[in-house]
């Protein structure tokens, strides 16, 4: 008798045992979980962005005739839109709008000046005659300043514009020059028409 009391409690204990170690191993029958969302947090990009520049235009640019070599501080007038002949040269000061937010933000500032031969008709075909083309080909346009800083005349002419928050514009100063030249070397060009223009770009750069 005292046996099989030991017996059956031995195989009660050892399935008791076997159901706590079952529980505890899988942990799918007795677990807790808490759970929160925090609260959404805002985020925003910044800008880089040129501004319209079709008002742009020669008003306030100044013209002034020299031979081979323009004197330092050489007088120059107003441009009111003179006809151009050999030895002119007109300064010319822009100022295109550009916005630029962000801490990091950084970007090249470029300009490339355009000249095309001819005038467009009324369906917006430009025909140019040999002299307009003459005269596209002796014009020299080149950038010689941006935001106050001297640069070499060149066609295409990139500056840095600092780094940060910037709403004030970039101020670019463009010379056109009708060389002196050689007696009779721009014959053709008498009577051309040209039209001038200039591309602007922002290029975000590494800081």
Known sequence: MKKSTRSLLGASSAAL?????LLGGTGTLASWTSNTTSSTQQIQSGTLQLGSTDK?????????????VCPLNAPAEAYTGQVLVPGDVITATM?????LTGQNMKANFS??????????DASGVVIATDADTALATALQMSVTQIDGQKLKSAPDTTQSIGMGVRTTPVVVTLEIKFPWGEPGQFNKAMGGTVGL??????????G
């Open 197 to 206: 223009t200039a591309v602007y770009s922002l290029t975000q750069v590494a």
């Open 95 to 99: 100022s295109i709008p550009v916005t």
């Open 111 to 120: 300009v490339s000046p355009r000249k095309a031969a001819g005038t467009a």
């Open 56 to 68: 742009i235009s020669l008003t306030g640019a100044t013209i002034l005739h020299c031979t081979s």
């Open 17 to 21: 045992l076997g159901v706590i170690l």
